[in-house]
C-alpha cells in the first residue's frame, strides 16, 4: 500500500487548496453468498475537509448505450465512522446518496449488489465466478472522478484466478489501481476458475484471452487466427497505444463490450467447430478488437467525458459501430481468414436488412445513433416497429459506399483507412479530444479531395442508396430480387472491370 500513498501524493499535491484535502478511495469487493447472486462492497474514503458527501452510482457503462440504473442492485448500504460509529446516510435520487457529519472523518461505506440476469452489461455472480461491471459495483464521489482509486478482491475458495484490464499493485495478485474512475470503469473483473490461452505477440505486444467455460475447440487454432486478426487491426491505424490487451470470454451468451486495453465477450468455443461459426467469432472479435480504436480512442466528441448519470447521446453511432462493423469484415478478409465470396455475403446481409426495413423511409443514420439510448440498440420493437433503423445495418453500407467514393475520387490514393488514421492521429494523439460530426465530415472530404454530398445525404436522410454507382466503383455490382415479399440482394464482379476498378477492388480486399 505503501506505493499507492506514494502515487496519491504526488498526484494530487499541486495546488493549496488540494493540499487541504486529499480524499483517498480503497474498495474491498468479497462474496460472502454468491450463489445468492450477490457480492459485497466495502468502500473506504478519508481526507474530505467538508460536511457532506455525495455518492453515486453510474446508470450506464460506456459501450453499451442504454440507461441500466444500476444503483437499483445496490442494497442495505450503510456508513460508519473509524471509531464505528453511525453516520448519517440518505438516498436523495435514484443514482445518488448523502453522507453527512463527515469533515475529517474516516468513512467505511459498505452495501450489496445484487445480480439477477447473467448479461455482458451488468455484474452476474453464481456459486461458479464472478462477472463485476466496475459501474455496477463502485459508488463514486460527486466532482472526483478524476482521483486515483485502489481496489481490492478478497479471495474465495475455488476461485483462484482473476482477470481485469487494470494494473496490480505491487505485483499482488488480488490489489488493482486506477489512476482514475473513468479507467476503473473501463475495466470489468472477471473472477473463478479461468483458463489462459497461449497469448501472442503483435509488434511486440502481449494479448491475452482468458476465459470461464471457454467449451471444446481447437485453442492453437483459434489464437493463430485471433494472432492475424489483431495483427491486420493494427496495420490500419497502425500503432498500438497499449501495454497489454485482454480479451475476457465471459462464457455463452450474446454480445461483448469494448475496453481501451480488454474486452469483455460472450464466448463459446464449441462454436468454432463449424465454419459458419467460426467467421461470426472471428468477425465479432474482429469488431470488438478495432473499437479499442474506433470509440474508444478515435471518438466522437459526446463520447468523453462520460456523463455517467444520464448517457452521453451523440449523432456518430454510425461512425463508431457503424463502421466497426465495416472493419470487423474486412479484417478478417485481409486475414485471410475469410474468402471473398464470404466477405461479399457478410456485406449483402445487411444490405439485406437495410433494403427490407421500412423504417429507411423514416429514419437517419444520425437519428437513429441518437435515438439509440430511447429506441434500443437495433430500434424500436413492438408498436413503432418499421420506423425506426439500425446503424449496425446501415452503418456498415454507408461505409462500404463511402471506402469506393473516396477511393475512385483519388484513383485508389486515399481510402476510409486514411480518414480512419488521420482521425487517430490529430484527434487522439494530438488534440486528444473525440471530433464534432462536421469534423467528421471535413475529414472524409478532405482526404477524398472532393466534396461527398450524396454521401453524407445517406448519413443524414432517408434518400435511398445508390448502389451501382458507388459498388461500380470497384468493379462490383448489387443484384436485387425479390422473393415471397422479400428482397435478396447478391455481390458479384462486373465482367469487364476497368483498370481503375479492379485496382481499387484488389486494394479494397487486400489481395
Ligand atoms: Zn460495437
Not at 494479448?207 to 486478426?229: N, P, S
Not at 444520425?366 to 437495433?378: E, I, L, N, R
Request: proline share 5%; hydrophobic share 35%.
Amino acid at each position: 500500500m505503501f506505493r499507492f500513498v506514494l502515487f496519491l501524493a504526488l498526484t494530487c499535491g499541486g495546488a493549496a487548496v488540494k493540499a487541504q484535502e486529499q480524499p483517498t478511495f480503497h474498495y474491498v469487493v468479497s462474496f460472502p453468498k454468491p450463489a445468492m447472486h450477490q457480492y459485497h462492497v466495502e468502500l473506504r474514503t478519508n481526507g474530505w475537509n467538508r460536511d457532506t458527501l455525495q455518492l453515486k452510482m453510474p446508470a450506464w457503462m460506456p459501450g453499451y448505450y442504454q440507461l441500466m440504473n444500476y444503483a437499483n442492485n445496490v442494497l442495505g448500504i450503510t456508513a460508519q465512522d473509524e471509531k464505528g460509529q453511525n453516520i448519517p446516510i440518505a438516498k436523495t435520487d435514484d443514482n445518488s446518496w448523502v453522507l453527512s457529519g463527515i469533515r475529517q472523518k474516516a468513512i467505511i461505506l459498505n452495501y450489496d449488489v445484487k445480480t439477477d440476469r447473467q448479461f455482458v452489461a451488468n455484474s452476474y455472480v453464481d456459486s461458479t465466478h464472478a462477472y463485476l461491471i466496475p459501474g455496477n459495483t463502485f459508488l463514486y464521489v460527486d466532482g472526483f472522478l478524476h482521483l486515483p482509486v485502489s481496489v481490492e478482491v478478497e479471495p474465495y475458495p475455488g476461485w483462484p484466478n482473476i482477470v481485469t484490464g487494470l494494473d496490480n499493485v505491487d505485483r499482488e495478485p488480488d490489489k488493482y489501481f486506477a489512476r482514475d474512475f473513468d479507467i476503473l470503469y473501463d475495466c470489468p473483473f472477471l473472477i473463478g476458475n479461468l483458463e489462459s490461452l497461449r497469448s501472442f505477440k503483435v509488434r511486440g505486444v502481449e494479448h491475452r484471452f482468458i476465459g470461464y467455460a471457454m467449451g471444446d475447440f481447437d485453442r492453437q487454432d483459434f489464437m493463430d487466427k485471433l494472432a492475424k486478426v489483431v495483427a491486420v487491426g493494427v496495420d490500419i491505424i497502425g500503432d498500438i497505444p497499449y501495454r497489454q490487451y485482454t480479451f475476457i470470454g465471459i462464457g455463452p451468451g450474446r454480445g461483448g463490450i469494448e475496453h481501451l486495453n480488454n474486452t469483455t465477450v460472450s464466448f463459446d468455443g464449441s462454436n468454432l467447430r463449424t465454419a459458419a461459426g467460426m467467421n461470426q467469432t472471428l468477425n465479432f472479435l474482429a469488431h470488438e478488437y478495432f473499437h479499442h480504436y474506433n470509440v474508444k480512442r478515435i471518438r466522437p466528441m459526446e463520447l468523453g467525458p462520460f456523463n455517467y448519470d444520464a448517457g452521453s447521446p451523440t449523432n456518430l453511432l454510425w461512425v463508431s459501430e457503424g463502421l466497426t462493423v465495416y472493419y470487423e469484415y474486412l479484417i478478417v478478409k485481409r486475414a485471410g481468414l475469410v474468402d471473398e465470396a464470404g466477405l461479399f455475403a457478410d456485406f449483402a446481409q445487411n444490405i439485406r436488412a437495410v433494403e427490407n426495413n421500412p423504417g429507411r423511409h423514416f429514419q437517419s443514420l444520425v437519428q437513429a445513433s441518437y435515438s439509440t439510448w430511447k429506441d434500443g440498440p437495433f430500434g424500436t420493437q413492438g408498436d413503432a416497429v418499421g420506423k425506426t433503423i439500425s446503424y449496425y445495418d446501415k452503418g456498415p453500407v454507408v461505409g462500404m459506399l463511402l471506402d469506393f467514393a473516396i477511393r475512385n475520387a483519388t484513383r485508389n490514393e486515399k481510402s476510409l483507412d486514411d480518414v480512419m488514421r488521420f482521425l487517430y492521429r490529430y484527434y487522439y494523439q494530438q488534440q486528444q479530444r473525440g471530433f464534432t460530426d462536421a469534423e467528421f465530415r471535413q475529414a472524409c472530404e478532405t482526404i477524398a479531395g472532393a466534396p461527398l454530398t450524396e454521401l453524407f445525404e445517406y448519413v443524414h436522410t432517408t434518400k435511398e442508396l445508390d448502389y451501382d454507382t458507388y459498388l461500380g466503383y470497384a468493379g462490383l455490382k448489387l443484384d436485387i430480387r425479390e422473393r415471397q415479399g422479400k428482397k435478396e440482394v447478391e455481390i458479384s464482379r462486373l465482367p469487364q472491370p476497368d483498370s481503375l476498378q479492379t485496382a481499387i477492388l484488389k486494394s479494397w480486399l487486400g489481395d
